[in-house]
């Protein structure tokens, strides 16, 4: 039995749609304040429902206005006034949010977009670090990084779209991470708004013990608890120069993974460690990849660095089938995802019916290929459209000292109308990986977050610690008005 997708709220507002509209231009006046017809349709949803949404069908509350607020005291105003009148808010940036945490689940919701918050605030070289907005995309940031040589080393796949808010409140991790980490290291201090209108900037300092690491309750916190305005992250030299890349083709996943495991353990960071199922590996690299598992590093650094990570990366992997590194470089140059994709995406779907999701999830080594197998068992066996599947695979992309990621993606024809497309297709999909990787002690989700489509198992994923964000949720939201139904299930 597969969970069933979240369901409509009703408004706990003591306003109407109408007074709540007027409410707002008084705040922040019309031109902040937007009640489109089509852009209220599109915030409803994310990238979840992008299969439902290229056919225009929008089966959910429509939200009742999205606003613009210019600085942090604005989104504060805002806060306040929907705190007091009880009235959902689901803040959002660059809006390439996979997992429904942007949809609107509550009647007449506000859309706090932060997106024309985008300011690089400040760029320090000599402590190295960059303050920005909350509306500042990840590319503008980094390409004002690199003219002073300089690089956030953060560079998820939505680069060119993701903004800073959204990037920090989802946990976001990018394709370097084995050597710069997740955002989680990367911030130093932020700025956030809380539901009553609270303004709480945690301060830029290399390391303190002065009580819990509250950057952690604002961190990942997917607009459930506050609004971030602004962000500080740490940055590094650029140096590509010294950047080594390397491919390797082996008959054997586990062989694969293991050999993986002991480059990590032995103290190397290789920027990107990725290990693609043959499966997964065809879509990518089928003009070499002969069905086998297909290993990308890139060892990169300062020149000493890279060189000895270069070596370690050629021992551990001697006598694999080795890949052109031109091949590798190159694919690397398109990886990133830009609004030409999205929008090549959404024409691609209209013509063909056919779709891909990913879901993505973490273990440790000992589970690696143990999840893999179970996975492509129950799929195969247990999903009632398996016979639609066109894809089915995974690869490990961001790899710890105790363990790594499984990033499984499934692409499938849709013999169905488009509204049955999520029960029939994405959420059985979904609920297999999550399960297994909840069943094998590992986490349900590495790095898109909770977002509206996996509370069903926020609880068995956070066992009894779960009380700790129930706590986080009662004090700082008590009247329930942020992103009601992300992270939390709906009671
Ligand atoms: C093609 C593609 C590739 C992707 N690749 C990666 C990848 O490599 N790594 C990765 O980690 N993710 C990836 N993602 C997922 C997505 O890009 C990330 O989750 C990203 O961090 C979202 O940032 P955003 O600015 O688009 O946020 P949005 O989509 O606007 O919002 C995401 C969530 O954060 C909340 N939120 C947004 N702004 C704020 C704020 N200012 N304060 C509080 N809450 C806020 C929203 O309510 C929502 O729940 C990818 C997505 C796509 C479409």
Redesign the pocket.
């Known amino acids: 039995m597969f969970p069933a997708p979240p369901q409509a709220v009703p408004s706990a507002s003591d306003l109407s749609r109408a007074e709540i509209v007027a409410g707002l231009v008084d705040l922040l006046g019309t031109t902040k304040v937007d009640t489109d017809e089509h852009e209220l349709r599109d915030a409803s949803v ?2 979840f429902r992008k299969y439902t949404s290229v056919h225009g069908i929008f089966t959910g509350p429509i939200p009742a206005a999205i606003v613009c607020p210019g600085s942090t005291e604005e989104v504060s105003k805002v806060l306040a006034f929907a705190n007091e009148h009880r009235i959902n808010v ?9 997992e429904g ?2 949809e609107t689940l509550v009647e007449n919701t506000i859309v706090l977009d ?1 997106s024309t918050m985008d300011d690089i605030v400040s760029i320090d070289p000599v402590n190295m670090m960059v303050t920005a907005q ?1 509306g500042v995309p990840l590319q503008r940031l980094e390409d004002a990084l690199r003219e002073q040589g300089l690089t956030t080393g953060h560079s ?3 680069k060119p ?15 370097f991470s084995t050597l710069y980490g997740g955002i989680e290291d990367m911030v130093v201090g932020l700025e ?1 708004v809380f539901p009553d209108g609270t303004v709480s900037r945690i301060k830029n300092v290399p390391r303190r013990a002065a009580g819990p690491d509250i950057r952690h309750v604002v961190i990942g ?4 608890l ?4 602004e962000v500080t992250v740490k940055v590094f030299r650029y140096q590509p120069e010294n950047n080594r890349y390397f491919g390797y083709l082996l008959d054997d996943l586990e062989d694969a993974v293991e050999r993986l495991r002991t480059l990590i353990t032995d103290g190397y960071r290789p920027s990107v460690c990725r290990v693609y199922s043959p499966e997964d590996a065809n879509q990518h690299f089928s003009h070499f990849s002969q069905n086998k598992n297909v290993v990308v590093l890139i060892a990169e650094g300062p020149e000493g660095i890279a060189r000895a990570t270069a070596e370690a990366i050629e021992n551990t992997f001697d006598g694999a089938d080795i890949v052109d590194p031109r091949l590798i470089a190159d694919w690397f140059e398109n990886l990133n ?1 830009g609004q030409d ?2 929008d090549a995406e959404k024409l691609a779907m209209l013509e063909s019916r056919n779709l891909g999701y990913t879901t993505e999830v973490s273990v440790d080594w000992s589970n690696v290929t143990a999840l893999y197998d179970a996975v492509m068992h129950r799929v195969k066996t247990e999903f009632p459209r398996a016979a639609d599947l066109t894809l089915l695979g995974a690869h490990s992309s961001h790899s710890y000292q105790t363990g790594t990621n499984l990033y499984f993606v499934y692409d499938y024809d849709i013999k169905c109308p488009p509204e049955r497309e999520i029960t029939e297709y994405h959420i059985p999909l979904n609920a297999i990986i999550v399960e297994e990787a909840l069943r094998l002690g590992g986490s349900m989700v590495h ?3 909770i ?1 509206k489509y996996r509370t069903p198992w926020t609880r068995e994923e956070h066992g009894s610690a779960y009380h700790l964000l129930e706590v986080l949720k009662r004090g700082f939201d008590p009247n329930g008005i942020m ?1 009601a139904g ?1 992270i939390y299930p709906v009671s």
């Open positions: 994310d990238r689901v803040p959002r940036t660059g809006r390439t949010a996979t945490g942007l932060g909350c998820p796949q939505s779209l993701a903004q800073m808010g959204g990037l920090v409140a989802t946990r976001s991790i990018g394709q956030a916190n997917e607009g459930a506050c609004v971030i305005t995802w994709k999205i790095h898109h977050g977002g992103n992300t």
